[in-house]
């Protein structure tokens, strides 16, 4: 199996990260997404770069994955959480390193950057995805989601 190249994303690639993103929404939620206001929402990562940033993967030139990570500010620790967001490998590169691969970079640049911890959340039935997370170290939180929706964003 060639190496993974994990590079940052660029606009470039802006049609794989919407077609991931509507993709991943589908597989795990059964949700359809708007296209366009996924291509606004991708397209203000590119340019806030405050709000985050995405990783891409490329094996042999061809990109097969990415994730999206965005910080969150813990007063209680005095610094970032970094939160792994909007995970996806094609299928065709699944079982193959690839979120792996991701993970170690983002680990290594939140390390870099002196971020306290890194978070991510799971869908409750997706036992793969969790399996694969607690394969990487991470631990499941003693904490529920709960979230009030202030604009209608379609879903």
Partial sequence: MSLL??????LDDLPNLCAWN???AW???RKQLDTATLERGIGAVFAQPQRGFYLVAERDG???GSLLV?????DWRCGDF???QSVYVSPEARRGGV??????????RAAAA???GLRLYVETGNRRAQETYAGRGMQRCHYFMYEAMLKDSGL
């Fill in 114 to 116: 002196g971020a306290v």
């Fill in 22 to 24: 509507a993709a991943m």
């Fill in 82 to 84: 970094w939160w792994i």
């Fill in 5 to 10: 190249l994990i590079r940052p994303a660029c």
């Fill in 27 to 29: 597989e795990t939620e």
């Fill in 70 to 74: 965005t910080y969150e500010w813990s």
């Fill in 99 to 108: 979120f792996r691969a991701l993970y170690a970079e983002v680990e290594q």
């Fill in 62 to 64: 061809l990109a097969v």
